[in-house]
């Protein structure tokens, strides 16, 4: 079974930045359709950013301009999110998701 692997989270500063990468086992982004969620502590788990397989790509309301969504061109296997001038209200375990299978997350803390 395929397998997904989030990293890349940590604690960081208001207005700073952080990637988080999402490597699969097996070569799937380049078929199907990718995103990421996230989960903040006593919140339901919220879309944030979608790469199609063509490379189209979506973003939430709330991290439009904020957050791109990018594919290594190289490694047919990884997903990036990069995250700029983060804000408190994005600290929650951020998830990768593809054809119905999660990572184990990575966690995200937007603090000073």
């Known amino acids: 079974q395929v397998q997904l692997v989030e990293s890349g989270g940590g604690l960081v500063q208001p207005g700073g930045s952080l990637r988080l990468s999402c490597v699969a086992s097996?070569?799937?982004?380049?078929?199907?359709?990718m995103n990421w969620y996230r989960q903040a502590p006593g919140k339901q788990r919220e879309l944030v950013a979608t790469?199609?397989?063509?490379?189209?790509?979506?973003f939430a309301g709330s991290v439009k301009g904020r957050f791109t969504i990018s594919k290594d061109n190289n490694a047919k296997n990884t997903v990036y999110l990069r995250m700029n001038s983060l804000k408190p209200e994005d600290t929650a375990v951020y998830y990768c998701?593809?054809?119905?299978?999660w990572g184990q997350g990575t966690q995200v803390t937007v603090s000073s």
């Open positions: 790469v199609t397989s063509g490379g189209d790509t979506m």
């Open positions: 097996e070569s799937i982004f380049s078929i199907y359709t």
């Open positions: 998701n593809c054809i119905g299978l």
